[in-house]
């Protein structure tokens, strides 16, 4: 069989039909045929991405040669695609990149952003600039007062060229652009490559949570595109990567229910997890944020008066004290992947070539506060949750986990820097009935002191302490939740 597979010029698209047709080589029968051009928006580059008449901007053109027969199948950036229905189908896609966006900002203006408190940010994405306005100013180190914005087209490397050349401090983009170019193989990627690792190390990058940041519908994703009816559509098919496919399907679902595009003041993501499906949405409403997270679970449970819950009142730093222990030499350390803020101790400032990680966005927050620059987080889906840097670092980088003295087995090195008292009784245990476990080992200080809350309802995050639950109790009695105030709402409803 011989297909005629077409993709914008790009190098980026260029690269992902490579990709595609790679994988169908190696499956399939079929000798294949790569068309490259440019779509209308990429010859028009006045026109404002922004509006909704755009719908289909950089895909109308393939889609014509679809449906006349000239080819067999497109490779797109499935965000781009419209999410009307059409007499074309995608049949499938391939394993989905991380679908967050990544902040650049030059390191010759760090000085300037932290004296001015401004920062201008190159972005033609209204959910990028609605998102960073609510947002960015508590995740950057030391506030910001002002977050301006520029608009920006082009491919990958001329957008990065050109932020390197304008007067803005900095880039949001889409994180799997940058892990696609940066892993390419092919010796044609090999100069475009270079530049980009480059543009980089002139950088400092923050991974945006997409807790606050959830991405457009689809981003991350290929779509291989094809004519219904057609022989191939069935092939294909066969060939698909349904969880990650279902999962993007969900997200375009979405976006059209809510009546929105690519470029609108959405984010959506359904994200897999062994444990349930996290979802994320935030949405601009009337010039409101209106956002909500969200994890469905197999397991079920019944609502139940606040009188049943432990802990009841303020909330988990009521049954323990933290201390924190004498300073340590942090230094030597590549990456610091904190467990929580008081785990980095007060008196250490780390260098901006140390990598910083937190457990999830409030610990992110109070680092910030402290004018410490943080790269990323957990998104408090526990130190198990992929942290997708193998681009953005090299492959001998290694991460140290600042934890409390009785911290968990970890797969990063540990290192105490505080202590921690558990401040809890028999009797305040005594009559619960539903139980949220915020370490595993407070889970097990609980079950010696009353070993009858076994029989109890057990809730928790989706990291270590789920594993040692799972140790005591059928899994079926166990809940996984995204955090401690979620769970009071949770239980309550």
């Not at 519908?217 to 294909?236: C, D, F, S």
């Not at 986990?401 to 087995?409: C, M, N, Q, Y």
Request: proline share 3%; with cysteine; charged share 25%.
């Amino acid at each position: 069989m011989h297909l005629k597979m077409a993709a914008r010029k790009s190098d980026l698209a260029r690269m992902q039909l490579q990709t595609v047709a790679s994988f169908l080589k190696e499956k399939l029968d079929v000798e294949v045929e790569l068309i490259y051009r440019e779509s209308f928006g990429d010859q028009n580059l006045d026109i404002n991405l922004a509006g909704s008449e755009n719908k289909g901007l950089f895909t109308q053109d393939f889609y014509e040669s679809l449906v006349q027969k000239k080819i067999d199948l497109v490779v797109h950036s499935w965000k781009d695609l419209p999410i009307e229905d059409r007499e074309t189908r995608i049949v499938m896609t391939l394993p989905r990149e991380d679908c967050r966006d990544v902040l650049l900002v030059k390191k010759n203006n760090l000085d300037k952003i932290a004296k001015s408190k401004k920062i201008e940010i190159l972005t033609s994405s209204p959910r990028r600039e609605f998102f960073l306005q609510n947002h960015l100013a508590e995740l950057y180190p030391g506030g910001l007062d002002q977050i301006a914005f520029q608009p920006i087209r082009g491919n990958i490397p001329t957008r990065l060229t050109k932020m390197l050349k304008s007067s803005s401090d900095g880039l949001v983009i889409a994180k799997a652009a940058l892990d696609r170019m940066l892993s390419a193989e092919a010796e044609e990627f090999v100069s475009v490559k270079k530049e980009i690792s480059e543009t980089l190390e002139h950088c400092q990058w923050m991974v945006l949570p997409l807790s606050l940041f959830p991405s457009a519908a689809a981003q991350g994703a290929l779509a291989v595109e094809v004519l219904k009816g057609t022989l191939i559509e069935k092939k294909l098919e066969e060939l698909n990567f349904k969880s990650d496919f279902n999962s993007v399907a969900q997200e375009r679902a979405k976006l059209k229910k809510m009546g929105g595009g690519c470029h609108s003041r959405l984010g959506v993501n359904y994200l897999p997890r062994p444990y349930g499906t996290v979802h994320y949405f935030s949405q601009e409403e009337n010039g409101k944020l209106v956002a909500y997270s969200e994890l469905h679970s197999k397991n079920k449970y019944k609502s139940v008066d606040q009188e049943a819950t432990w802990p009841q009142k303020g909330s988990v730093n009521s049954v323990r004290t933290l201390r924190a222990m004498n300073s340590l030499n942090l230094e030597s350390h590549a990456g610091l992947w904190v467990a929580r803020s008081l785990a980095l101790p007060e008196n250490y400032q780390p260098s901006l070539s140390q990598k910083i990680w937190t457990s999830g966005v409030m610990s992110w927050k109070k680092l910030a506060q402290r004018g410490i620059w943080v790269n990323g987080c957990s998104d408090s889906l526990g130190e198990k949750e992929d942290m997708r840097l193998n681009h953005l670092l090299s492959p001998s980088f290694s991460w140290t986990k600042l934890t409390h003295s009785k911290g968990v087995e970890s797969q990063h090195k540990l290192l105490a820097t505080y202590d921690v008292d558990w401040n809890f009784s028999i009797e305040s245990l005594k009559e619960k009935t539903h139980f949220f476990w915020m370490s595993g080992r407070l889970f097990e200080a609980a079950i010696k002191l009353c070993p009858e809350i076994i029989k109890g309802t057990h809730f928790c995050g989706p990291g270590h302490t789920y594993d040692i639950l799972k140790k005591y109790i059928p899994t079926e009695k166990i809940h996984v939740t995204l955090g401690f105030d979620l769970w009071k709402k949770e239980v309550s409803q």
